[in-house]
Each structure stands twice: as C-alpha cells, then as structure tokens.
C-alpha cells in the first residue's frame, strides 16, 4: 500500500462529520435499515481520502477510523490499548469483567488471561472436538427432516450455543429438540440487542423504555441464576468426577504467576463472555458463509471436490477438518466481508499522529471500523467481490497486518478464535458434503449487535449419490 504525502496534520476535530441537531445530535442521520455498523461503513466509504469522520452522540463525539493505513498505527500495544466503549460498556453489566469486556487495567483480565489461554491453544482444541460432532449431528438430524425451507440464522444460533455450552460447561441446552429457544438464550439474545439499542436514545427518551429496562434487568437476572447453578452444581462433585471443559479449567487452576484463583463471580463473567463470543459471532459468520456459497453453485462444487477428497464418509476427525485448505479460506473471505465484530475502539497510551496525518490526542478512544478495513480498496482490489483465493498465501503475503483482523488486535484478540475456526470449518464441510442449496437470493443484513443475515430461509436437499 502506497503511503500518501500529506503536507499537514489535523486534529480530530478538523473530520469531517455528521449535522447536528439541538439535544439529539446527529441521531437522525445514523438511523439505517440494517442497522448502525451498516451505517457506519456506508459513512467509512464516503470518507475514503479523509480516512476517519466523526458522529455525535446525545452527550459526546465520536471519532471512527475506516482505513488501513490510520488504523495500522492504533494496532501497536506499546502505542495504544483496547478501551471498553459503545455497546461494550452495557454488555458489562451481565458480562462483568470476563475476557472480553474487561478493563486492560484489571486484574482479574490479566489473572484470567493467564489461566485461560492454556486451554484455548490449537493443541488444546481436540478436548473439545466431541462437543462439535455432538452438536452438529443435531443440526444435521434437523436439516435431513426439514421439508421446508429452513431459519439458517436460527439454526446456525442454535447449534453454536449448542456447542459453546457444551464445550464451556457440560450443559445442554439441546436447542434443536425445542419449539423456541431456551429461556436462558431468549434472555441473552434481548440482553444484547437492548446494549446496542440504549446507545442510540436521547436522555429525554429514557423515561419511555422503563419497561425495556425493567426486562432487561430481569433478563440479567436469569441469566446469573442459571450460571450461578451451574458452578454450584459443578463445586458439589468429586473433581475426579469434572468434565474436560472451561469450567472445569476455571475451577481447578490457579493464576501461574500469582498463584490465585478466579472468584465464583468471575467465572459466571467468563462463562456468559463465552456464550456471547462464543455462539453470536460463530453464527454469523456460518451464516453468511452459507447465504454465499448458496449463491455461488461453483464455489459449492469446489468446496465439495475438497471435502470429498479429504474426509471419510463417517465422522472426520479433527486433523482432517484442518487440512481442509478451501473450507479455512471461504471462512476467511466471509470473515472479512462480513467481520462478526465490526468494530473495536481503541485509545493511544500518548499523543499519537496515525498514518501521518491525524493526531489523536492520548487517551481518546477510536472507533476503528473492521469491515471498513476489510473492504479498503487500497488493499482490496474489487473490495466487495467473494473470493477466497486472496487468502492464499502468496496473496496474503503481500497485505499489511493491519488490513485483516476479524479477531482483534495483539493481546486483546479473540481468545477462542481456533475453537471458533475450528466449529465452523467443521459446520460448512458437513452440509457442503450432505446439502444441496437453492439460491436465496440477495443478502440482507439484520442490525444485531453481531450482523447477521435477515430472514435468510434456505431451501436445501440432501445430496444426490
């Protein structure tokens, strides 16, 4: 990528940025059909050459970044740090300090980063390759007897909080052998959704959702009591008796340089921060995997020849699943049209001139905008073409770091990210392997707090031998 010459540098309030209307800001104008982070690339892309814009929310600015070669200086942990900001700060209230939305400056990040990390390791993952296979025989099982077109959204949900729960703590939700979802996981889907929707009210307007709130607190309420249950229930067995899973590891370790362990509230934290890391962005991704390769019947067949090639007519196995070269890079593509994190904020520790012509004075948090990265034309010839040959390696070789990175960045990335690969891979080789898809038709996007596709109904029959 060509650094351009600037003459000058400007400071964060010399962006351009969005009308603003007394009290309500800049409300009216971030309101789209598919949501907020739809928004925010459509406003990345009109801001290419400045590179960054800024919106006003009821009470303070925001500053978004929507190309690589500003974001590239925001991505050095010695530099800048991840900041807990946007729907980060309500998810907090039912995810405590877990992993995921945890303060850097925290010790119970650092205690469970050191605990945890161990087990999320790819030498780690064949302990949890049965809980995969379990769940998607499930998936499997429903789809051989649909005769309808099926919810891939609501299945692809089901069968990742399926296995994160499994996985996670040895519990079963069996979601596929229920009219509805589970309580637990209605509350955790309102939950969500309620964390990103707060964002976008007025002061004036909070009055008006006292019932919503009243919900969600109840929400947060279920939720603690089920997990609280659980790790009571797992405390009362003989530990010889424990499951190979997180919990387990959570129970049973203690902090390798202090020798502490996590406290009961903690480990509800980390269990609720791997059903929302866990099953929400997984799901997204299988979804928007599939609505593509129900659309492209030769990227089908492609897909096809490798699994045929590469896997027994049986159950595969995991080492089989990894050398699964085509079914990684279509992922990889998904995830970088479609990041199922579409934006991380960031704030550097000093003063800080990004790609040398922005200053960022320290402290200040910085919306950087994945998909907007992932979609930079720049480093993206035909940004918004599928194709998973550009994570072949001589391809990829030729791209910055900063220009792909669906799991995060440096310390602060994604701590299940081979778990995650690793399901999903597993999920698209099965149904490539047993379906074949009718074209659904052009994507929509749902403004969840993870985008996923809208009322994507999949017509499908099992393959012809």
């Not at 190979?244 to 996590?262: A, H, N, Q, V």
């Not at 890079?329 to 995830?335: D, F, K, V």
């Not at 994190?341 to 994945?370: N, Q, S």
Request: charged share 25%; glycine share 6%; with cysteine.
């Amino acid at each position: 990528m060509t650094v351009e010459s600037v003459s000058s540098v400007i400071g964060i309030e010399g962006l351009p940025q969005l009308p603003r209307l007394p009290v309500i800001e800049s409300l009216p104008w971030l309101a789209h059909r598919d949501g907020f982070m739809a928004r925010m690339l459509e406003l990345a892309e009109r801001h290419r050459d400045a590179g960054a814009f800024a919106i006003h929310r009821p009470g303070r600015r925001v500053v978004f970044v929507g190309n690589v070669l500003l974001a590239a200086d925001l991505f050095d942990d010695n530099t800048s740090e991840k900041v807990i900001d946007g729907p980060l700060v309500n998810i907090r209230d039912f995810a405590g300090d877990g992993l995921f939305t945890a303060h850097g400056h925290e010790a119970n990040w650092h205690r469970a980063h050191r605990i945890l990390s161990p087990g999320f390791s790819a030498s780690s993952m064949e302990r949890y390759f049965p809980a995969m296979t379990e769940s998607l025989d499930a998936l499997l099982a429903h789809w051989r007897a649909a005769r309808a077109p099926v919810d891939v959204v609501g299945d692809m949900t089901r069968l990742t909080l399926d296995t994160i729960s499994l996985a996670g703590f040895d519990y079963r939700f069996d979601s596929f052998a229920r009219p509805t979802l589970h309580p637990f996981l209605q509350a955790l889907a309102r939950a969500l959704q309620e964390s990103i929707d707060a964002l976008l009210r007025p002061a004036f307007a909070v009055p008006l959702f006292r019932g919503r709130r009243a919900k969600y607190a109840s929400d947060i309420e279920l939720m603690f009591s089920l997990v609280d249950q659980v790790i009571r229930e797992r405390r009362q067995r003989p530990e010889d008796s424990w499951p190979r899973d997180f919990l387990s590891l959570m129970l049973s370790e203690s902090d390798p340089k202090t020798g502490e362990r996590l406290s009961d509230e903690n480990i509800r934290y980390q269990i609720l921060t791997f059903l929302i890391a866990g099953h929400e962005t997984t799901a997204g991704l299988l979804a928007f995997t599939l609505h593509r390769i129900a659309r492209d019947r030769s990227l089908h067949e492609r897909l096809r020849r490798e699994v045929d090639a590469q896997l027994d007519d049986g159950v595969p196995t995991m080492k089989q699943v990894l050398e699964l070269d085509l079914v990684r890079r279509t992922l990889s593509e998904g995830l970088r049209l479609w990041p199922t994190v579409p934006a991380i904020t960031r704030a550097p520790k000093e003063e800080l001139v990004i790609g040398g012509r922005l200053r960022v004075p320290a402290g200040h948090p910085i919306g950087v905008l994945v998909h907007a990265l992932h979609r930079d034309p720049a480093v993206w010839p035909e940004p918004d073409r599928f194709d998973p040959d550009r994570f072949l390696p001589e391809q990829s070789k030729k791209r910055p770091a900063a220009a792909y990175k669906p799991f995060g960045v440096g310390k602060r990335a994604c701590t299940g990210r081979h778990f995650a690969l690793i399901e999903a891979s597993l999920c698209i080789a099965m149904l490539v392997r047993e379906f074949d898809f009718e074209d659904p038709g052009p994507l929509r996007l749902s403004p969840t707090v993870s985008p996923k596709p809208r009322a994507l109904a999949l017509a499908l029959r099992p393959r012809r031998r």
